[in-house]
């Protein structure tokens, strides 16, 4: 982590594609869409602290565009389309979020992409399957995992970036010491009256309308432009 950017003033959030697995007799799955509202959470926090925030949601950019690999069909942005978004904005900051174990494997790709790309970029993990799984923050493209709901965490870690402050006092980070584990022994929990409401304008609300966003059956009559 020594050659990464000192100074953070440009943060992407990415929020991986979809998949689903096929077996021998087919697929029980279909494919899903559901705005990513932590990561909306994260990208209202961030603005209102004053920094720049671009959200790459790459399963709903990139959702009628289909890949298979083996057992897997995996749907949203393709891997080039992704590269050319993150050299674009050139983001100081790159926050992957990982919510269920199966996207871990894309999640972690996603970790790897980026820092092809922008190699002095922070890349952090986050979501409940790095939370469950501290250690990868071993891998040699994630510099940080956070855990727990970090909206002020982040902005406690950025600050700490900026001011060459110690990491080891910012709550619910993960992060490698000396070629060991290291993880914050403190949770906190965002304050729900103070934080602000999701950025929605960071995410193509358009395209999950489009493609009906309701991860249910609802009656043709009824409105479908809701949240």
């Known amino acids: 982590m020594h050659n990464l950017r000192s100074s953070i003033k440009r943060v992407m959030l990415i929020n991986p594609q979809g998949k689903i697995t096929l077996t021998e007799h087919g697929s029980r799955e279909r494919k899903l869409a559901v705005p990513p ?16 925030v671009d959200i790459l949601d790459t399963l ?3 959702y009628e565009h289909e890949e298979t690999f083996e ?33 871990g494997r894309e999640a972690l790709r996603l970790c790897q992409i980026a820092k092809e790309e922008t190699p002095d970029a922070h890349v952090i ?3 409940q399957h790095p939370s469950g799984y501290p250690s990868l923050v071993l891998k040699p493209f994630v510099d940080y995992l956070m855990y727990g709901e970090a909206e002020d965490s982040l902005i406690e870690l950025i600050k700490a970036i900026n001011t060459k402050g110690d990491l080891k006092l910012v709550d619910q ?12 022994p403190k949770m906190r929990l965002p304050d729900v009256h103070t934080i ?22 609802i009656k043709e009559e009824n409105e479908k432009r809701f949240m």
């Open 60 to 62: 709903i950019e990139g």
């Open 196 to 217: 602000p409401l999701p950025a929605w304008d960071l995410i193509n609300l358009e395209k999950y309308w489009a493609i009906g966003l309701a991860d249910y059956e």
């Open 71 to 103: 057992q897997t069909i995996l749907y949203g942005l393709p891997e080039e389309k992704i590269r050319d978004r993150i050299r674009t904005f050139n983001a100081d900051m790159i926050g992957v979020s990982c919510l269920f174990s199966n996207r």
């Open 125 to 127: 993990l986050g979501g």
């Open 173 to 184: 980070l993960v992060l490698v010491d000396k070629g060991l584990v290291w993880r914050s």
């Open 37 to 52: 509202l932590g990561l909306a959470y994260l990208g209202a926090q961030l603005q209102k602290s004053g920094y720049e």
